[in-house]
């Protein structure tokens, strides 16, 4: 049953959760799309709050696979990628481990939705100043952003 599922795989697990941080608030701070992107983080949060393991993990499954060509999309910005995982995985993964990924993948949600509306221009404006004062990026990183 867990065969063939997918994980987060990033390369810094701190530095990870610092930029889905950053993707947040720039949205709030925008104002883009709050309801939108809540709305689509509610089966995250909801999942998040049985600390269930298996019904955190299939959550996490959904959100995966809507979100992957997305996630994949910004490997390089964020070094969070997609690998594929078994059993084994699933036997050693804690809930704890799987409610991290839930709170990335939010995130990921936030700075979809924020791209997708018409406050684009905004938003990446707004990613940029917070990453840039963040520290996270030096100037080139941050040239080479799709922002």
């Keep these: 049953m867990i065969d063939g599922f997918q994980s987060l795989n990033a390369q810094s697990n701190e530095r990870s959760l610092e930029i889905a941080k ?7 701070e925008t104002h883009a799309v709050i ?11 909801n999942s ?3 600390h269930d393991k298996e019904t955190m993990w299939r959550t996490l499954q959904e959100y995966i696979s809507y979100y992957a ?6 490997t390089m910005l964020t070094g969070i990628g997609l690998q594929r995982v078994n059993r ?16 990335i993948i939010i995130g990921f949600v936030y700075v979809k939705e924020a791209l997708d509306s018409v406050f684009k221009e905004t938003y990446k404006q707004c990613v940029k100043k917070l990453l840039k004062q963040s520290k996270l990026f030096d100037d080139n990183e941050l040239k080479r952003l799709l922002i």
Excluded: P
């Excluded at 950053?22 to 709030?28: D, G, Q, R, S």
């Excluded at 060509?69 to 910004?74: R, V, Y």
């Design 22 to 28: 950053i993707l947040i608030k720039a949205a709030k």
């Design 35 to 45: 309801s939108r992107s809540e709305a689509r983080c509610t089966a995250a949060r």
């Design 48 to 50: 998040m709050a049985t």
């Design 69 to 74: 060509g997305f996630i994949n999309s910004l």
């Design 88 to 103: 084994e995985f699933y036997d050693r993964v804690t809930a704890v481990d799987i409610e991290y990924q839930l709170q």
